[in-house]
């Protein structure tokens, strides 16, 4: 473990199953910081792709940026939340979501949550996700 790592606690209740690809809970203490629900498009707002997994690349790749902007690293995730614009197709791309998700945050697996919904504010969106992160003080 990352000395900067350290103040996370992984909360996983010793009877459950294990969770794949996720924590149960996850405690923490130190700065705080928030994204706002992050979409896939690039850096100019422009969708580079309608592709369900490059779209989650795009948006973990500009949350690890947001992230660096206050001195964070991936590491430093407690929660994302997703939502996406539809359930069977994210679960038809689990290997592929997987692979992009460990290239681009690692294997560090923080709480999650996901929600399908009717539609996101961008008409291309099929995903958008925030995150809270907490920097070791």
Known sequence: MQPDAARLEFLHPAHWKPALGYSNGVAASGRMVFTGGIIGWNADQVFETDDFVGQVEQALRSIVEVLACAGAKPEHLVRLTWY??????????????????????????PAMALVQVVALVEDRAKVEIEATAVIPV
């Open 84 to 109: 996406v614009t539809d359930k069977k197709e994210y679960l038809g791309s689990l290997k592929e979501l997987g692979r992009a998700y460990r290239a681009t945050i690692g294997k560090h697996f």
